[in-house]
């Protein structure tokens, strides 16, 4: 079985500081590694993915996410966050091989203060 | 192109009553999914769909049936609702043939659901 941790159910940072929403990980397997936002009331918007390569992936709105295999983690940073990066953040985790659904977090409620 | 698109986006039931939520893509998917998120729960698998004609159970299937005629069309069916099935119900799809495999996947906006 797989299965994802998001150890923090909210984290606090102030605008233009760096953020990280921590992440890890268990799978049988290759992993495929996944990071999605949700904004009030709207669905999930695809942010990155790790699949291979680079263990520093980069996305959308100036996120990146580090992979690492030995501590089985995948966290979410930004260097200088901004009020609406305030949101609600998913890891998600996939095999390879394996089913193509994907195993959610419970999700990390990120708040920015001006 | 629309994406993913589900209706209704808001629904009140009385308990023991039915309905469907609709979901259609248009990204030429094969594969077709339905979540259910409750609060700092994140999201559970209820049903997906390799491709026409084959679906299959996820992790929370009981109370809820699906269908898939058609590439685009995947409708979540719940019968005698549940005051447990409040919850709000996101469909998504992914894998497009041609594309290749790229992992992710492509969520609606959702259809929130109070079974009351």
């Known amino acids: 079985a797989q299965s994802v941790a998001q150890p923090e159910d909210q984290v606090n940072v102030a605008e233009g500081n760096p953020l990280t929403v921590k992440c890890t990980y268990s799978?049988?397997?290759?992993?495929?590694l996944f990071w999605y936002v949700q904004y009030p009331n709207r669905g999930l918007q695809f942010l990155l993915k790790y699949i291979t390569g680079d263990n520093l992936v980069k996305g959308s709105y100036g996120f990146e996410a580090e992979f690492n295999k030995s501590q089985t983690s995948f966290h979410l940073k930004k260097p200088s966050a901004l009020v609406s990066d305030s949101a609600l953040y998913f890891c998600?985790?996939?095999?390879?091989?394996?089913?193509?659904?994907?195993?959610f977090g419970s999700g990390t409620r990120l708040q920015v203060q001006p | 192109n629309a994406g993913v698109t589900q209706t209704p986006k808001f629904r009140i039931l009385k308990i023991g009553q039915s309905m469907t939520l609709q979901c259609t893509q248009d990204?030429?998917?094969?594969?077709m999914y339905w979540y259910r998120q409750d609060p700092g729960m994140g999201l559970k698998l209820i049903y997906y769909?390799?491709?026409?004609?084959?679906?299959d159970k996820g992790e929370v299937p009981n109370g809820y049936n699906v269908s898939r005629s058609t590439t685009e069309d995947f409708p979540l069916r719940l019968e005698l609702a549940a005051p447990s099935q409040t919850s709000v119900y996101f469909c998504?799809?992914?894998?497009?043939?041609?594309?290749?495999?790229?992992?992710?996947?492509?969520f609606g906006e959702g259809s929130r659901l109070t079974v009351l």
């Open positions: 769909s390799v491709g026409a004609g084959i679906t």
């Open positions: 990204m030429n998917h094969n594969y």
């Open positions: 998600a985790v996939r095999a390879l091989p394996g089913r193509r659904a994907l195993t």
């Open positions: 998504a799809s992914s894998f497009n043939r041609l594309a290749g495999d790229t992992g992710e996947l492509f």
């Open positions: 799978v049988s397997g290759n992993p495929y």
